[in-house]
């Protein structure tokens, strides 16, 4: 029997490897995807507005992806959602087999240097986005906070989840822009957390997604349970046309450019993206997958029962959003950064 040396082995094995990869590489998106698990990863907990989106996705994407992949949603929380979004970036395979949702601030989160942040908001290849994202700051009706001028005069507890997500972000810039005294009692697991602290009395208010609030508590505002005391949003939602837009509290142009560069992020809003490095037909095959998804009369009719609005934006033109929210001028990035409460690195 003869024995060859052991190093003469591995240029078998890479050869074998880049033989396989180069097959994979050449398999048409329904070659690719046919029997395969597609995961659709969610940067939350399980129950709050951006789980009930990633699971309605997750429901009805499968049939339109090439292949028909079997799709599981998988929660992946922690950290405001950059747990999940640092993962995509870095640990999971770069094959197009996921697609994940995570803060609509990511990409200022990166160009701010937030603490946590190991990702390159752009190099992600963004999918599509079913609707913008109005966050919202309540007070519970006995809080003596029922307005946003009471907000700028009288400290209100609000119960707050991971520093990175916009629960706690946008009260923090209305203290740091507009002179809010919220103070945010830090470490609930979740919106739906947050909100029954707000319901048993722990805290006076909470932010957080208008969409997320309809859901877990769709009697709160028509009983008149709370006050809504400011939008997060460039203009007004049809749905909250009495309550002013952080955009139009600003008293001065300084403050309204701050702002409005911070509130961007509603516009990217439940935005999908998938790993960076994924091949060009995988993107275009996922990217035509949403936008069937977002015209499908099962989803839309399972959107209209669960009370979420749909108004779609294409991942082309997600992408160039998340570029121009990237590409903020010095001067402005450095107010933004106050605004957060930000250290630059």
Same mark, same amino acid.
């Given at each position: ?38 995961d659709v990863v969610i940067g939350y907990p399980p129950g709050g507005s951006n789980d009930t989106f990633a699971r309605l996705i997750a429901r009805h994407i ?20 950059? =747990? ?111 909100? =029954? ?17 309809k859901i877990a508590h769709p009697t709160w505002r028509p009983e008149k349970l709370i006050n809504i005391l400011v939008q997060f949003a460039l203009k007004r939602?049809p749905e909250l046309l009495d309550v002013p837009t952080a955009v139009e509290l600003a008293r001065n142009d300084e403050e309204r450019k701050i702002l409005s ?85």
């Amino acid at each position: 029997m003869r024995f060859f040396p052991r190093l003469s082995i591995i240029p078998a094995i890479l050869f074998l490897a880049a033989s396989a990869a180069a097959e994979t590489a050449a398999q048409t998106p329904d070659q690719f995807y046919k029997g395969k698990n597609f995961d659709v990863v969610i940067g939350y907990p399980p129950g709050g507005s951006n789980d009930t989106f990633a699971r309605l996705i997750a429901r009805h994407i499968g049939k339109h992806i090439p292949g028909n992949p079997s799709v599981v949603p998988r929660n992946m929380p922690g950290a405001g959602s950059l =747990l999940a979004v640092n993962q995509m970036y870095n640990t999971i395979s770069k094959d197009g087999t996921s697609i994940a949702i995570g803060a609509p601030t990511l990409a200022l989160d990166e160009k701010l240097g937030t603490s946590g942040v190991r990702f390159k908001t752009a190099e992600f290849n963004w999918i599509g986005r079913i609707d913008s994202l109005i966050n919202v700051v309540v007070t519970w009706k006995t809080s003596p906070v029922k307005t946003f001028a009471d907000a700028q005069k009288t400290e209100a507890k609000l119960s707050g989840t991971g520093a990175g997500s916009t629960v706690s972000i946008y009260p923090t810039v209305m203290n740091n822009v507009l002179g809010t005294k919220f103070k945010l009692v830090m470490g609930y697991r979740g919106s739906n957390e947050a909100m =029954l602290a707000l319901e048993r009395g722990e805290v006076e208010g909470h932010s957080t997604s208008w969409t997320a609030l309809k859901i877990a508590h769709p009697t709160w505002r028509p009983e008149k349970l709370i006050n809504i005391l400011v939008q997060f949003a460039l203009k007004r939602d049809p749905e909250l046309l009495d309550v002013p837009t952080a955009v139009e509290l600003a008293r001065n142009d300084e403050e309204r450019k701050i702002l409005s560069a911070i509130m961007a992020a509603s516009e990217i809003g439940t935005a999908f993206f998938t790993t960076p490095e994924v091949p060009a037909d995988r993107v275009n095959a996922l990217r035509r997958a949403f936008d069937a998804t977002m015209k499908d009369s099962e989803f839309l009719s399972e959107a209209q029962k669960l009370q979420v609005a749909i108004t779609p934006m294409t991942g082309e033109d997600l992408q160039k959003l998340v570029a121009s929210v990237s590409d903020l001028p010095p001067d402005l990035l450095e107010k933004v950064r106050a605004a957060y409460g930000a250290k630059a690195n």
